[in-house]
Every structure is written in structure tokens, then in C-alpha cells.
């Protein structure tokens, strides 16, 4: 638990002369990035805690399944061996 964390740390000078940021990142597991990133997305709109689904960051998902893409390489590949040119209507 957190208050766990804070309890073992209360007398540690070093901890306690840690920005409020890096304490939290310790104490969660996580990097202090992430503490800040989601401190960012909090302040500029505290309704952020009330959303069941989580924020999706990075790449989007793949839009075709990766059967699909396999299929669709082997055809690339097997085109280019050829010398066949390749447009969006093949």
C-alpha cells in the first residue's frame, strides 16, 4: 500500500528532500514520467479519474489481422520477385 511506503520513508532524509514526483514514482513502481504525464492529464481536466477506459497512447492498432498481413506480404514479396509492378487496385 502506499501509506505503507510512506511510513517505512518518513525518517529518510534523502527521500525526504525528493521532489513530491519522484516519491510517488518510488513508492508506485513506476517512472517518474508516468507520475508526471498523468499529473499533466489531471490538471488539465480532473474528470480524467471518472474514465472506466484507459487512455490509449502509441501506435493505433493494426487495421488488418496478422493472418492478413501475412498473406499480404507473401504477395508483396512474391510481386516484387517477379518485377510486377504494385498499385493500390492490385
Request: hydrophobic letters at 30%; proline letters at 7%.
Amino acid at each position: 500500500m502506499l501509506q505503507d511506503y510512506f511510513d517505512r520513508t518518513k525518517d529518510d532524509v534523502r527521500e525526504q528532500g525528493c521532489p513530491s514526483a519522484a516519491r510517488t514514482a518510488h513508492a508506485l513502481g513506476v517512472g517518474i514520467a508516468t507520475v508526471k504525464r498523468g499529473m499533466a492529464a489531471y490538471h488539465r481536466s480532473p474528470e480524467v479519474l471518472d474514465r472506466s477506459e484507459p487512455m490509449h497512447r502509441g501506435r493505433p492498432p493494426r487495421v488488418l489481422a496478422d493472418a492478413l498481413q501475412t498473406i499480404t506480404r507473401d504477395y508483396v514479396r512474391q510481386a516484387k520477385q517477379e518485377g510486377s509492378p504494385l498499385t493500390l487496385e492490385r
